[in-house]
């Protein structure tokens, strides 16, 4: 039997249907693909209006859970890629089982920011590595990378850098560590709008990472920028 909205409750019934359908999805009920009900079925299964219905959906569509494909209704979208945290991981290992590639849309020596120049201690005439890649997963653009790395290094610009970067490190006898990582919310940019084949501004996760080598020197900044319809981390905590 379906559950039913509680009318008299102080709780808005759009929210009442949301957590409904999200406790479907989260149980594996409606699975990824599955074709929700339309508006008119929920409008009949719980005496609610149009209205209600479609600002629970819009809701839900906006935090990733559904999708909207026009002439065939609602769907549950795929499940977000998670990352577990702390672990220190490139983008292929972090990818490692998916159908997932790097496509290099920029490698060149460049002046960074002042900002990122003072986070990798370079001099003021010191120019960086400067990388930036598209990271596809499944068919579809996932996010943004945008890596420094202190010219000193001299990494080759004739590399194949849709490669693991931390493989590449290696191979050029830099060792990582560990980094610090800082995660916050954030909305596109046009460049990410137009790489990442939107239509509209999206919310973001952006990750800026600084890894540092056995020895303790910074030898890399990166600014993820991920679709957050796509893309959470997860960390374990332990109270003692």
């Given at each position: 039997m379906t559950r039913q909205l509680d009318h008299?409750?102080?709780?808005?019934?759009?929210?009442?249907?949301?957590e409904f359908i999200l406790e479907k999805i989260e149980s594996d009920e409606w699975h990824e693909g599955h074709l929700i009900p339309s508006e008119e079925d929920f409008q009949r299964m719980f005496s609610i209006s149009r209205i209600t219905v479609r600002r629970a959906i819009e809701l839900l569509a906006n935090e990733g859970f559904l999708e909207k494909q026009k002439g065939k209704g609602t769907f549950v979208r795929k499940r977000k890629?998670?990352?577990q945290l702390p672990r220190l991981?490139?983008?292929?290992?972090?990818m490692r089982g998916r159908e997932a590639k790097k496509e290099v849309i920029f490698v060149g020596y460049t002046k960074p920011t002042p900002g990122i120049a003072k986070i990798l201690g370079l001099s003021p005439d010191e120019e960086a590595f400067h990388l930036k890649r598209l990271m596809v997963v499944e068919g579809s653009p996932l996010g943004v990378l945008y890596s420094y790395i202190p010219g000193r290094y001299g990494l080759s610009l004739e590399e194949d850098y849709s490669r693991s970067l931390y493989d590449i490190l290696e191979t050029n006898g830099i060792r990582l560590s560990e980094a610090d990582q800082i995660i916050e919310a954030s909305m596109?940019?046009?460049?990410?709008?137009?790489?990442?084949?939107?239509k509209a501004p999206f919310p973001?996760?952006?990750?800026?990472?600084?890894?540092?080598?056995?020895?303790?020197?910074p030898v890399e900044f990166t600014k993820g920028v991920y679709h957050a319809a796509r893309y959470r981390y997860s960390v374990k905590l332990t109270r003692y």
């Open positions: 008299t409750s102080l709780i808005p019934l759009y929210y009442q249907l949301k890629i998670e990352e991981t490139s983008f292929t290992e972090e596109s940019t046009r460049e990410e709008i137009l790489l990442l084949g939107s973001t996760l952006v990750i800026n990472r600084t890894a540092y080598s056995v020895q303790g020197v």
